[in-house]
T-cell receptor, first 113, second 113 residues
């Protein structure tokens, strides 16, 4: 069966510090991968998606970036965090275009102080 | 722009009663819809999905109804239990080959004893 991992689970970082969040998927090959951000009490905002190694598409302009160094690894990064980067970051995978169902990881709670 | 939205931000339900969560969509090109359940501090969990060639689909204690005429989607939960307390999101596919989904704002379901 497929599983998706995210770490760290919780992170507190000062403004201006760098960021690296990692997501890995097990049990499937060549998945589509997605990064979302969820503000408190809000819906999901798609940040990045990837259909293959090294292929990243950005949905919104921001100081975040994403990379996919391996087939089942997706990384969200920032060189300098802003207060507005605080939120709940979710990684998801799918086998699109076979199916559009996305399956989510447990998330990373990021607080920027 | 086109979006998916929910009618009720909060739904209070007595334990044992049936819950109905509603969702409106405006993208007539969407042909796939999903309901997710998100418990506090966790990633969204897939509940049930439906394709546009269907009007109704049933799972364990859950039923999704799709009314394409009025672009309305609903999730019915039978015999609501305390463990059903969560935020419920509807999502529609964007009709592209990357499996992108458009999420609604979410409905908080609170089950009272």
């Amino acid at each position: 069966s497929q599983t998706i991992h995210q770490w760290p689970a919780t992170l507190v970082q000062p403004v201006g510090s760098p960021l690296s969040l990692e997501c890995t998927v097990e049990g499937t090959s060549n998945p589509n991968l997605y990064w979302y951000r969820q503000a408190a009490g809000r819906g999901l905002q798609l940040l990045f998606y990837s259909v293959g190694i090294g292929q990243i598409s950005s949905e919104v302009p921001q100081n975040l970036s994403a990379s996919r160094p391996q087939d089942r690894q997706f990384i969200l990064s920032s060189k300098k965090l802003l207060l507005s980067d605080s939120g709940f970051y979710l990684c998801a995978w799918s086998l699109a275009p076979l199916t559009d169902t996305q399956y989510f990881g447990p998330g990373t709670r990021l607080t920027v102080l | 722009g086109e979006s998916v939205g929910l009618h009720l931000p909060t739904l209070s339900v007595q334990e044992g009663d049936n819950s109905i969560i509603n969702c409106a969509y405006s993208n007539s090109a969407s042909d796939y819809f999903i309901w997710y359940k998100q418990e506090s501090g966790k990633g969204p969990q897939f509940i049930i999905d439906i394709r546009s060639n269907m009007d109704k689909r049933q799972g364990q204690r859950v039923t999704v109804l799709l009314n394409k005429t009025v672009k309305h989607l609903s999730l019915q939960i039978a015999a609501t239990q305390p463990g059903d307390s969560a935020v419920y999101f509807c999502a529609e596919n964007m009709g592209d080959s990357w499996g992108k989904l458009q999420f609604g704002a979410g409905t908080q379901v609170v089950v009272t004893p």
